[in-house]
């Protein structure tokens, strides 16, 4: 099973969602609450297995209150997959970018777990005390923490993180409350477009034979059953 939980199983998980703003993992049951026929969902904390999916959609809102997303849902060899935010009303968001530095840095040929959290307000990380909740996503492969891979500059040397979103200027010369994010979503969008055509790749691969089994089929097509058989009746009897 790919996923760990909290507590005892309540059913057959296969649907994660990652909240990006609690830092959690959680579970469409498929069950509904009676009487006010909600959705049960349960939370789980590790999703883990063989990367062999990965896919974006346009997720539109219904409530003019919230913004439009755009979803990256990662898929697993079992059959289970997990989805988080990428883009919020057509702006990338550091939480999504984060996750798909660490899926870049991972070895895709390998099993890989995926695990969110969140560090509150006052709490350490380090040497330096966190001023407001910050949720975060781990991965890691045989129990070691995967570290990101931001990708080259122009120069092909590793950048050292992210793009930065800088606060628009107002005519005063200030920063406004509104960022430029256009650096950020073009690099979103050339991650997700390697990451998509790599696990691709992958599973094309997965479905050729192995080239050493094939030339040994392949050879042992020229071998007679009948050689086969007089070659064990002489061993038989001498």
Known sequence: ??????????????????????GTMKVNTGEREQGTGKVIYQPVDTIE???????TREQPSNN????????ATIYFADNTAVSFSLKSGGDATYFGARLLAKLLG??????????????????KIGERVVQSDMAWVSVKQDGEPVAPN???????????????APFLKLEN??????????????????????????????????????QHETQAAADDELIDPDDIAR??????AA
Request: hydrophobic letters at 30%.
């Open 1 to 22: 099973m790919a996923f760990t939980q909290r507590g005892p199983g309540q059913g057959k998980v296969q649907f994660a969602e990652i909240n990006a703003k609690e």
């Open 49 to 55: 297995g063989q990367v062999n999916g990965f896919q």
């Open 64 to 71: 003019p209150q919230y913004k439009d997303k755009t979803v």
């Open 106 to 123: 991972a070895d895709l040929t390998r099993p890989l777990s995926i695990t969110p959290g969140l560090t509150k307000a006052g709490e």
């Open 150 to 164: 931001y990708g080259v500059d122009e120069a092909q040397q590793p950048l050292a993180g992210l793009p930065e």
């Open 173 to 210: 010369g200030a920063n406004s409350n509104q960022r430029n994010y256009a650096a950020l979503n073009d690099w979103v969008d050339g991650a997700t477009a390697y990451l998509k055509e790599t696990v691709e790749h992958l599973r094309e691969a997965a479905k050729k034979p192995d």
């Open 231 to 236: 070659a064990a009746h002489q061993r038989e």
